[in-house]
């Protein structure tokens, strides 16, 4: 099966790396290797390294990058894994980095994975169709959680008010699809504010962040990649909402900045000098011939760092 993958911001991502030849670059979320293949190319003496935690993307990726070359690995797991893995490998250093933190075009479109709220599919979301699924959570999490949730990772002002209506409905029947939520979300807040506001795009987005923990996880990989950098190697992350970006852009700014303990000093210790120089002081956006080709962009930022 040909799967279709329009990787956003992909030139404006791969010309930031400064790519070398003889480069050991990392590819943290290798999707359907669109981004992986622009490295691969320009690497012929490097090696690539990649995680996924989806096995569709894996087995498609290794597919096609071996069309390219044999010089990289796929290691099938969550990029929480990413120094780890690179130790096994006995790699203590990289040139560089990208995480393109938004999910592939094949995950959307396959109602089976249930990532989409437009299209009736089970209530999945599980990015590696292991653990605890979106079902699991509209069943088993109290309205209390429900409704946390719905707020801290979709900001949806409604939230307490959609977490009763689900708590109430689960009651007397099963919600397993995505239509059955999105229908259940509409009983809740009213046929205006369903149309004017689309809370089902927060709260299906609050519940793929729950599901794959992926704020937990950014936030603690970001730091331990910008310490695999070497001298002069770049990270390059794409984010796709508020939430990603807002931790993308603290954690680059904490690490570019001197310690605010020191800050004053004639003269700084190096334990407290910045690490890295933000490349980029306000993120990346797509052009308008891009927003056109592709209407799944217009949410992208790119943000690109540089070790010092």
């Known amino acids: 099966m040909v ?5 956003v911001l992909r030139k404006e991502l791969i010309d930031s790396l400064n790519i070398k030849e003889d480069g050991i670059y990392v590819d943290a979320t290798v999707g359907y290797a669109g981004d992986a293949k622009e490295i691969l190319q320009r690497i012929s003496k490097g090696y690539l390294y990649a995680f996924d935690q989806d096995p569709d993307a894996v087995s498609y990726s290794e597919k096609e990058l071996k069309k390219i070359g044999s010089n990289f690995k796929i290691f099938p797991c969550n990029f929480i894994s990413l120094k780890e893995k690179l130790e096994e490998e006995n790699i203590k250093e990289v040139d560089g980095i990208i995480f393109d933190l938004g999910f592939s075009s094949p995950q959307i479109d396959n ?5 989409s709220f437009m299209n009736e599919g089970p209530l999945d979301m599980r990015m590696s169709k292991e653990g605890k699924s979106a079902e699991d959570i509209i069943h088993d999490y109290s309205e209390e959680n429900l409704s946390k949730i ?9 939230s307490k008010v959609i977490a009763k209506k689900i708590v109430i409905i689960r009651k007397e029947k099963d919600i397993k699809t995505t239509t059955d939520l999105v229908e259940v ?6 046929a205006n504010y369903f149309y004017k506001e689309h809370p089902e795009r927060k709260i299906f987005q609050a519940l793929r962040i729950e599901v794959n923990d992926e704020l937990n996880v950014l936030e603690k990989v970001l730091p ?3 310490k695999l950098l070497k001298k002069g190697g770049r990270i390059g992350v794409i984010t796709f909402h508020s939430l990603e970006d807002r931790i993308v852009k603290n954690i680059f700014k904490k690490y570019s900045e001197v310690d605010e303990l020191v800050k004053g000093l004639i003269e700084i210790p190096d334990q407290y000098k910045p690490l890295i120089k933000l490349v980029n002081k306000k993120p990346i956006l797509p052009s308008i011939d891009e927003l056109k080709e592709n209407s799944r962009s217009r949410s992208s930022k790119l943000r690109v760092i540089e070790r010092i």
């Open 3 to 7: 799967m279709m993958h329009y990787s």
């Open 111 to 115: 109602y089976e994975r249930g990532f």
């Open 150 to 158: 719905f707020f801290q990772y979709g900001e949806e002002k409604l």
């Open 185 to 190: 979300i509409k009983m809740a807040v009213g």
């Open 224 to 226: 331990e990649a910008i």
